[in-house]
């Protein structure tokens, strides 16, 4: 079975704080992404990597960055994180873009 | 962009009734995957379905590529059934990542 796992499952932190967020994936697959999950915006792209040291923006990168030094780890950074940041972030891995992509538990971000 | 549109949104039924969730995509797609995300926020894979049916105890999906539907039955639910369905598609025009429907939240009462 594969296994996407993420450092935290409930994440308080300050506003202007710096914030990382852990994903680690079981299976050797090469692409891996971060998703936020927001009320009536659904799930929107931040970043995905599609190889180690590669990256590419999604959808909403402002305000993150990401770091994938080794293949199963894709690491999701806040900067300096604002209220706005808070959300559901979720990390997802495939083998491939056209083959099944599957969801680590999450972390809820809570920025005050 | 790629549409993905989910019907109903909102759905509520008793324990034991049957369902079926629809998703309409609006260009072919290289992948389609159903989702169901449980009251802790997870993603739980249902079915990767591009095309055709699959079944899975009392799960089943049907995709029809060729007119941009796909369709997920439940049959016989139960309170555990409860939370929020995704379909979500890869399609070229999209840049082959993966685009979510609204979702399709599913209640089942006791």
């Known amino acids: 079975d594969v296994k996407v796992t993420q450092s935290s499952r409930y994440l308080v932190k300050r506003t202007g704080e710096k914030v990382f967020l852990e994903c680690v994936q079981d299976m050797d697959h090469e692409n891996m992404f971060w998703y936020r999950q927001d009320p009536g915006l659904g799930l929107r792209l931040i970043y995905f990597s599609y190889d180690v040291k590669m990256k590419e923006k999604g959808d909403i990168p402002e305000g993150y960055s990401v770091s994938r030094e080794k293949k199963e780890r894709f690491s999701l950074i806040l900067e300096s994180a604002s209220t706005n940041q808070t959300s559901m972030y979720l990390c997802?891995?495939?083998?491939?873009?056209?083959?099944?992509?599957?969801f680590g538990p999450g972390t809820r971000l809570t920025v005050t | 962009g790629i549409q993905v549109e989910q019907s109903p949104p909102d759905l509520i039924l008793q324990e034991g009734a049957n369902s079926t969730l629809r998703c309409n995509f609006s260009?072919?797609?290289?992948?389609l995957q159903w989702f169901h995300q449980n009251p802790w926020g997870q993603l739980i894979n249902l079915f990767y379905i591009p095309s055709g049916t699959k079944q899975n105890g009392r799960l089943s999906a049907t995709t029809v590529a060729t007119e941009r539907y796909s369709l997920l039955y439940i049959s016989s639910s139960q309170t555990t059934d409860s939370g929020v369905y995704f379909c979500a598609v890869v399609t070229v025009k999209a840049g082959n990542m993966l685009t979510f429907g609204g979702g399709t939240r599913l209640m089942v009462k006791p």
């Open positions: 997802a891995s495939t083998p491939g873009l056209y083959y099944e992509q599957y």
């Open positions: 260009d072919s797609v290289n992948n």
